[in-house]
C-alpha cells in the first residue's frame, strides 16, 4: 500500500508564493510518473502539473504555465509543486498523485491509481 502525503499549503495573497510537497511511502518511487491535481468548490478536479520518473519530463496545464513549476527528488521520495505569483482563481485543494504502472506523465486523473489528502491552498485578492 502506498501512502501519499501533502503538506505546504496554506493562505497568501495574490502575487505570493507557496510550495507544497508530497512524500511517498515505498521503494520504488522513482519507477512512478507523479502528478499534481486540483479541485475548486463547485468544480471537478483538474491537471496542473505531472512529471516523469526520473524528473527529466515535465507537463502543465496552460493555467499554471511559466508560474508553476514541479520537480522530484527520488532519494527523499518526495516531489514538489513550487507555486508562484499565485492568483485568486487558484484557490483549491491540491492532491498528489502517483501514476499507475509507468514512469510516463499522464494528464488524466484515471491514470493515477494512488492519491494524497489534499492540502487546502487559498490565495486572497
Known amino acids: 500500500q502506498v501512502q501519499l502525503v501533502e503538506s505546504g499549503g496554506g493562505l497568501v495573497q495574490a502575487g505570493g508564493s507557496l510550495r507544497l510537497s508530497c512524500a511517498a511511502s515505498?521503494?520504488?518511487?522513482?519507477?512512478?510518473?507523479m502528478g499534481w491535481f486540483r479541485q475548486a468548490p463547485g468544480k471537478e478536479r483538474e491537471f496542473v502539473s505531472a512529471?516523469?520518473?526520473?524528473?527529466?519530463?515535465?507537463y502543465y496545464a496552460d493555467s499554471v504555465k511559466g508560474r508553476f513549476t514541479i520537480s522530484r527528488d527520488n532519494a527523499k521520495n518526495t516531489v514538489y509543486l513550487q507555486m508562484n505569483s499565485l492568483k485568486p482563481e487558484d484557490t483549491a485543494v491540491y492532491y498528489c498523485?502517483?501514476?499507475?504502472?509507468?514512469?510516463?506523465?499522464?494528464?488524466?486523473?484515471?491514470?493515477?491509481?494512488?492519491w494524497g489528502q489534499g492540502t487546502q491552498v487559498t490565495v486572497s485578492s
Open positions: 498523485g502517483r501514476r499507475a504502472y509507468s514512469s510516463g506523465i499522464s494528464n488524466r486523473g484515471v491514470d493515477y491509481d494512488y
Open positions: 515505498g521503494r520504488t518511487f522513482s519507477r512512478y510518473a
Open positions: 512529471i516523469g520518473g526520473t524528473g527529466t519530463s515535465t
